[in-house]
């Protein structure tokens, strides 16, 4: 029987109507900025706001019935997600709702097979969040959402700059090679996905460097993991996840510029200008944060959180639980 709609219908009556822009104000969060028709849809929206899910709120409508060639039915969804490219039409458990929801939605993917749509029931949160890149997060250390004081950068964020990132390098290295140097343990996650956006011929390679005390002008530094590769002659990159105080990354700097590269520059995640005690130069930059610890996509606390796919601040709660660091030399966190 829908088969038989779409094809009474002409294509040029098939003609998304975009809405006017129901926002009500510029500045704070994204939910406070709408008249939502239903709570639940502001409540929506709050979540998507913590998962740092980009969302529009009833941008298209679609024509799905007609009175000769007048329209008289528009499905309008409840938010469009442009990241995913997907519309959401809300619902709850209540059958008086579903059954009418579910005839539009019919109705629409047989007439506009190309728009992506799904109802969405509450309990279906979970399977969205997994969509955007976020898993199961009670999965992966036990982290509960609870234990999150604020997601600083989300998974599609961080594929859509580090991708970006790789298309620079390719661009300004065109025709030459590269030697990616990275600096354990943290860089792990993100030296992987930016070489694998990078178009030129690369070589990777990977320093550690521990040092004792505090990060101070003169606190003592040693390398725990040479390079392998002569760099001698050739384009590297020292490829950072973090750059705090710029201490440690000014000594690497000039440890590897006595070894004679050709040029030498510095790619970073993170960088927190805020907290800088020596200026180094950063010529690739992922994203600046504000001085909040940060774990997740490579960076840890005590070895915990590295394999999230995500970059957030955790409550103090969580650092509180864990058990106190073995003294001695320790791994450099100051960047």
Not at 65 to 79: I, K, L, N, Q, Y
Not at 142 to 153: G, Y
Not at 195 to 213: E, M, T
Request: with cysteine; proline share 7%.
């Amino acid at each position: 029987m829908a088969s038989s709609v779409a094809a009474n219908v002409p294509l040029a009556w098939r003609r998304p109507v975009k809405q006017r822009s129901r926002l009500l104000r510029r500045t704070g969060p994204p939910h406070s900025r709408v008249p939502f028709a239903h709570p639940s849809e502001q409540e929506f929206a709050r979540f998507l706001d913590y998962y740092r899910i980009r969302w529009v709120y009833e941008p298209t409508s679609f024509p799905i019935a007609w009175d000769a060639e007048r329209v008289s039915e528009m499905f309008t969804p409840d938010f469009y997600l442009p990241e995913t490219d997907l519309y959401i039409e809300l619902t709850t458990m209540r059958q008086a709702l579903v059954t009418p929801k579910n005839r539009k939605l019919r109705l629409l993917r047989e007439l506009y097979p190309d728009v992506n749509v799904k109802l969405l029931y509450q309990k279906d949160y979970q399977q969205l969040l997994a969509q955007a890149g976020y898993g199961t997060l009670d999965s992966v250390h036990h982290l509960r959402k609870q234990d999150i004081r604020e997601i600083l950068i989300s998974p599609t964020e961080l594929e859509t700059r580090v991708r970006a990132l790789g298309r620079k390098i390719s661009r300004d290295y065109r025709g030459q090679a590269v030697v990616l140097v990275g600096m354990l343990k943290g860089v792990t996650f993100f030296i992987a996905d930016l070489a694998r956006q990078i178009s030129i011929p690369i070589a990777i390679d990977y320093l550690a460097l521990a040092r004792y005390g505090p990060a101070q002008p003169g606190a003592r530094v040693k390398v725990v993991r040479d390079i392998d590769i002569d760099i001698a002659g050739r384009n590297v990159i020292l490829v950072e996840d973090i750059v705090n105080t710029g201490l440690t990354l000014d000594y690497v700097v000039n440890l590897l510029r006595e070894r004679g590269p050709a040029s030498l520059e510095v790619a970073t995640l993170l960088d927190r200008p805020n907290r800088r005690l020596a200026e180094v130069p950063l010529k690739y930059v992922g994203f600046q944060i504000p001085n909040d610890y940060v774990v997740g996509y490579g960076l840890d606390y005590r070895e915990l959180y590295r394999n999230l796919p995500f970059i957030c601040v955790l409550k103090p709660d969580v650092y509180r639980g864990l058990e106190p660091p073995r003294l001695g030399l320790v791994e450099d966190p100051a960047g």
